[in-house]
T-cell receptor
Framework: GAVVSQHPSWVICKSGTSVKIECRSLDFQATTMFWYRQFPKQSLMLMATSNEGSKATYEQGVEKDKFLINHASLTLSTLTVTSAHPEDSSFYIC???????????FGPGTRLTVL | QQQVKQSPQSLIVQKGGISIINCAYENTAFDYFPWYQQFPGKGPALLIAIRPDVSEKKEGRFTISFNKSAKQFSLHIMDSQPGDSATYFCAASYSGNQFYFGTGTSLTVIP
């Protein structure tokens, strides 16, 4: 399967600060990337879908001004959590999907803890 | 509304036994049904997937059984090993669009 990396793997920040998470597709050009959030012992919740070169599509209930997504190239998407609060603490996972097949391949995830 | 329903929530199996996890869906437009394995603190990893034109797919110790008429599919892990202890998610999608995930099953294989 495809190789997807995320950076950082974990981050601790103070309330009110912004945090950027990078998602890279290492071995193919990802026209579409997905961002998920996962709380402990729960399923993956899709936050937004980002397509290279266009604005991200956010799921209902996800604040686009709080969770900024940029998909500037076919190998990189970033998620910025702005003015983070403790309730934003979660496991953030990205996935990639190429245009040639339907499979999604997930990154290793980023653990965000907001103090 | 939960698009994909998964059961059981947790499962304990003896080493060497068979682990069975079930999923059900409603949307007949779904055309891709993957299973993911997730270890604590890691992202999900694609385990095996099936499309509705076949009733079964086997890869090593992992088998997906698919019942199109019942709108159900299941994951069977043969000869379960302690290293299989993880959380398993089923999912469904259509035309490569959004994936709908089940709620997950925490599998524990006892030595």
């Amino acid at each position: 399967g495809a190789v997807v990396s995320q950076h950082p793997s974990w981050v601790i920040c103070k309330s009110g600060t912004s945090v950027k998470i990078e998602c890279r597709s290492l071995d193919f050009q990802a026209t579409t990337m997905f961002w998920y959030r996962q709380f402990p012992k729960q399923s993956l919740m899709l936050m937004a879908t980002s397509n290279e070169g266009s604005k991200a599509t956010y799921e209902q209930g996800v604040e686009k001004d709080k969770f900024l997504i940029n998909h500037a190239s076919l190998t990189l998407s970033t998620l910025t959590v702005t003015s983070a609060h403790p309730e934003d603490s979660s496991f953030y996972i990205c996935s990639t999907r190429s245009s040639s097949y339907n499979e999604q391949f997930f990154g290793p995830g980023t653990r965000l803890t907001v103090l | 509304q939960q698009q994909v329903k998964q059961s059981p929530q947790s499962l304990i199996v003896q080493k060497g036994g068979i682990s069975i996890i079930n999923c059900a869906y409603e949307n007949t437009a779904f055309d891709y049904f993957p299973w993911y394995q997730q270890f604590p603190g890691k992202g999900p990893a694609l385990l095996i997937a099936i499309r509705p034109d076949v009733s079964e797919k086997k890869e090593g110790r992992f088998t997906i059984s698919f019942n199109k008429s019942a709108k159900q599919f299941s994951l069977h892990i043969m000869d379960s090993q302690p290293g299989d202890s993880a959380t398993y998610f089923c999912a469904a999608s259509y035309s490569g669009n959004q994936f709908y995930f089940g709620t997950g099953t925490s599998l524990t294989v006892i030595p």
